[in-house]
């Protein structure tokens, strides 16, 4: 695990700064396009988006102060994959199928950080090191000839960047990890989230279309009207700035009152996050929000056309010490559980039923939605190639 230290900010962090504009709701494009609602229904759209979205290339799986110490590991069931990660005794993350190569049992059932340096199956015993080699076989003598070398855990490639844990969950695939490692690490490295701890974690199971809980989070347009007793006083109804970070998306608002010359002076992102806030929009089913006193993280795992595994991650700098710090975290995990699940995953599902009726074939984006289409376009690019 990293310490924090306030890094500069990146290109695409300046990039987006300086096209910030003062907070005025008037400054909005005009632009009307259309995007078929059919994507959020079919089955064959799922398959096809699991098949060249969440295999073969590298996903977010968990963020890396899930495993804040050395001889630890935690599973994950909602990629469907048997997922083991762990830190071995130098800190470095692995990712293993969750089987034990005797007899093809389930190794673990810890969804919470377990620490130990072994993973012992709970029907022979064979234990495993954090690196995943055998290191032990109860009776080793009934196996004559065994060579514990070639009985390893299935390795899956996995690179720790940036703070979170990726994962290509096809092990039968090579997958390129260089704009993981070159472009977004740099971005979450500047927002110091590889230092974090986790104050609460949620898991979501949401009968709902993992785009259109993507969907919710690339608009302003709903923030004064859905979110008018929660969020809704705090921006502005205006659209938000965007970049494209190869195949992701990194959006910026600014809050109630922002003047563009405050930008700059914006050195770090201590400088900017009281101001603003910074959205990154992960493809392959990630979101990372931050907060004047947080960063929020979403991973997504969809099930389904219809179905998403949702684990939320409030990061902070360090655990609240005092009853005034608790309760100022409390109050801001009570907030986003209301603007999350009570808001924009309510419509998500919502959005999800009426899809699947087909009774509307095109959904109508307007001047403030315009970063839906791009994101689209790029799930597009990515199927398509």
Known sequence: ?????????????????????????NIVPKALSYRPTNVYAAAERFELERRKLFRGRPVPVDVS???????????????????????????????????????CVRLSDEVEAKAGALITCPYHAWSFSMKGELVGVPREEVFPGLDKKKHKLKALQCVEAGGLIWVNLDPGSKADFTEVETELAPEFDAIGLASQVVYKKLRVELPANWKLVHDAFLENYHIARLHRDSLGSMFVDRSTACVEIGQNLLQSSARVGYKRERGKGVETFADFRDFGVFSYTIVAGGLIITSPTYINVMLLSPQSATSTVINYYMLVDKMPETDAERARCEKSIALMQRITTEEDFWVAELGTIAAQSGVVQEMVLGGMEQDIARFHGILENILTS
């Open 1 to 25: 695990m990293a310490t924090r230290k306030d890094n500069g900010l990146t290109k695409y962090q300046r990039q987006i700064l300086e096209s910030l504009e003062d907070s005025d709701p």
């Open 65 to 103: 102060a899930a495993l804040p110490r050395s001889r630890m590991h935690v599973v994950n069931n909602d990629y469907g994959v048997p997922l083991l990660l762990t830190r071995d005794d130098d800190g470095k993350a692995h990712a293993f199928m969750n089987v034990c190569t005797h007899r």
